[in-house]
């Protein structure tokens, strides 16, 4: 596996993340927006996954930023 395949794999990695981070948030707005109207749209569900899936999946989009940000630098440093 060459230094290229294993940066687009993280990016890949990476995509696939944002969409679920963005997915979770779209889901607690109309949770929210549901509880404080009434009509239950998975606020409870929603609570019991924010600590074993969404907050590992925003550390992980933020370390994985940082490490492709860092790379990027690297490689352009290393580049004539």
């Given at each position: 596996?060459?230094?290229s395949?294993l940066?687009?794999?993280?990016?890949?990695?990476?995509?696939?993340i944002?969409f679920?981070?963005?997915?979770?948030?779209?889901?607690?707005?109309?949770?929210?927006?549901?509880?404080?109207v009434?009509i239950?749209?998975?606020?409870?569900?929603?609570m019991?996954?924010?600590?074993?899936?969404f907050q590992?999946?925003?550390?992980i989009?933020?370390?994985?930023a940082v490490v492709?940000?860092?790379?990027?630098?690297?490689?352009?440093?290393?580049?004539?």
């Open positions: 596996m060459t230094s395949d940066k687009r794999w993280l990016d890949n990695f990476l995509i696939a944002v679920l981070v963005f997915a979770g948030f779209v889901w607690f707005v109309f949770s929210v927006t549901g509880a404080f009434g239950p749209l998975g606020y409870k569900l929603w019991r996954l924010w600590l074993p899936l590992p999946a925003l550390g989009l933020m370390a994985g492709s940000g860092v790379w990027a630098w690297l490689e352009k440093r290393r580049s004539p």
